[in-house]
């Protein structure tokens, strides 16, 4: 189970003991309990825990806390250790006992919620469901219905986003949009970067031309820092929004230092695309980790034959430089100093040294080297390659792999004329030996300009809580988007039969394997991959080693960072 689930059951148990002990006097306050629960909330927070605040946490008077505090101490539960060289002031710390307890009543609790509702019957496991996504809506999820009051007839709605399937749909189905929300919808797209320079000219205005905008996950840090786009917190409380439904690294990939500033409407997820057809007919197994990707590119790179090992996003500029960050995950660090938590990394808080380059250790430097000898094995354009051409030589059967994100994959999944339908295994990322599974979740939330006037954005709030609806994505899904970020719009069997590469996305979500901070959301994060598009580049060209490129990379990033103030 990962973090997050853990979390949510915890959030469950203690809104359960709440209503028994607090809201009835059907039973008493139980400060055991409290302070074990505290405790494991601050321990998969990667918070501190003292004495003082688990005592206010048991609920009960000091002493009585005290004295169940000791006696989780004496049997092997709690940790006591002194956090200053006096030893008069401690901390505490959950032991490996008491993490080993928690978890399996978790799992426990989990498969009685499961078996209780039909989540897992016949063959199916535990992990088959989220705890917390919404299951108990019918697994076939309707046309959408019409908002119940409309925006007004009278009103235009605008929409800002990319040339992607979600918003193609939109923008093709804009009459029907119209029916549905009572109002008129215009839905503007343009291409990634036009699209940046289009929100950034319209902050600049007095007004805002558009009431929502589709947002990169990568460029949350800084459109939030710069006050592009406004912050959901009160209007989410005020509709007493759940988000439980939404895969987790979707949803907090659109907060920033602690608010939320979207809500996913189009993520996708990095995986390696491989052609199963080809790794069976070589007797290869689908890789696992980087030295089998290197092993499968070796074996099935036949060039005079019109086919690569794989293709790889080595064109100059953002191409490579997202390359160059998403395998350095694989590797299991990430671009800047972000502090761990648990066993990924915090990009909820990021400040001061969290800022600092990575770019001088030992996985930076594997992480080129394995750059370097795939581009052995790679596809001849490779160096010239972004998103489209990369999709467009493995869709056309010229390559055995590539890594590519999910939302790409109709190119072939939905074209029956292309060589590699029907017969590609998705797989996350690769890992380098030692290292965890870790796949980037990239892809798009929709927000509110904070340059809309105040009476416009309720309305920009409903329109954009509708369009997220398990319903909606679902539309969406069946008019060409392979991507969901929805439990219950995952199950769904007729979602489920668009493509297998949903049901793998939701399971990998499920399995804690997306993770928003190979790509932290940083204000400098496109300058960051400015400086990588340069160096990494002449790199893989020969015309500069891997020791001079990453000294320079680590020396023009953390200037960047010093200018900003950092540290």
């Known amino acids: 189970m990962t973090r997050e689930e853990l979390l949510r059951i915890l959030t469950f148990v203690d809104s359960n003991r709440e209503i028994s002990e607090k809201r ?5 306050v139980d400060p055991r309990w409290n302070i074990i629960s505290y405790a494991m909330r601050r321990h998969l927070e990667g918070r501190l825990l003292t004495v003082t605040s688990a005592a206010m946490a048991a609920d009960v008077p000091y002493g009585t806390a005290m004295r169940r505090i000791t006696e989780l101490i004496e ?3 709690l940790l006591k250790r002194p956090k200053s060289k006096s030893g008069k002031s401690f901390s505490l710390h959950p032991t490996r006992k008491l993490i080993r307890e928690f978890e399996s009543f978790a799992m426990q609790l989990k498969m009685m919620v499961g078996n209780t509702f039909g989540f897992t019957t016949g063959d199916g496991e535990i992990s ?6 919404y299951y108990m809506a019918s697994r076939i999820l309707p046309y959408p219905n019409a908002m119940q009051t409309g925006v007004g007839i009278d009103r235009t709605v605008r929409i800002l986003g990319p040339i992607d399937p979600t918003f193609k749909t939109l923008e093709q189905y804009s009459s029907n949009l119209d029916e549905l ?5 215009e839905v503007v797209t343009l291409p990634l970067d036009q699209l940046h320079g289009e929100i950034m000219e319209n902050a600049r205005r007095k007004h805002s031309k558009y009431d929502l905008i589709a947002v990169d996950l990568p460029w949350i840090g800084q459109l939030a820092t710069e006050e592009v786009i406004e912050p959901l917190d009160d209007l989410l409380q005020e509709a007493r929004f759940n988000p439980s439904d939404f895969h987790n690294a979707a949803y907090r990939g659109s907060r920033w230092n602690e608010h939320q500033y979207g809500l996913p409407i189009q993520p996708t997820a990095e995986l390696l695309f491989c052609r199963s057809d080809l790794f069976a007919e070589a007797g290869l197994s689908i890789p696992q980790t980087t030295d089998d990707v290197l092993l499968a ?10 086919l690569s090992g794989i293709v790889m996003n080595y064109g100059r500029g953002t191409p490579v430089a997202h390359t160059f960050v998403q395998t350095l995950a694989d590797f299991g660090q990430p671009i800047i100093n972000l502090a761990p938590l648990g066993d990924e990394f915090d990009v909820a808080v990021i400040q001061g040294e969290n800022y600092r380059p990575q770019l001088l250790s030992d996985a930076a430097r594997e992480t080129a080297e394995f750059l370097l000898e795939l581009a052995e094995f790679c596809h001849n354009e490779s160096m010239v390659c972004n998103w489209d051409r990369r999709i467009g030589i493995f869709s056309r059967g010229e390559a055995a792999m590539t890594y590519g994100w999910s939302i ?3 190119a072939f999944e939905l074209n029956q004329d292309s060589p590699a339908h029907g017969k590609v295994d998705f797989v996350p990322h690769p890992h380098a030996p030692g290292a965890r599974t870790v796949s980037p979740i990239g892809g798009f939330s929709i927000a509110i300009p904070a340059a809309l006037e105040p009476h416009r954005k309720k309305t920009s709030w409903k329109v954009m809580e509708y369009l997220t609806r398990p319903e909606m994505l679902k539309w969406y ?17 007729e979602v489920q039969a668009s493509s297998k590469i949903i049901a793998q996305v939701d399971g990998m979500e499920r399995r804690g394997e997306l993770k928003t901070w190979p790509r932290p959301p940083i204000p400098e994060f496109s300058d960051v991959l400015g400086v990588l598009g340069d160096e990494i580049h002449l790199m893989l060209q020969r015309s500069q080693g891997v020791e001079e490129a990453l000294r320079k990379s680590q020396n023009r990033i953390d200037a960047i960072m010093r200018e900003r103030g950092h540290y």
């Open 24 to 28: 009835t006097p059907l039973a008493t």
């Open 75 to 77: 049997e092997g539960l």
């Open 128 to 133: 088959d469901f989220y705890f917390g996504g």
């Open 181 to 185: 929300c009572g109002t008129n919808v």
């Open 297 to 306: 590119a070796r074996v099935l790179h036949r060039a005079g034959f019109n």
């Open 477 to 493: 899904v069946l008019n060409g988007n392979l991507t969901s970020p929805r439990f219950s719009t995952s199950a769904d069997p």
């Open 408 to 410: 790409r994959a109709a």
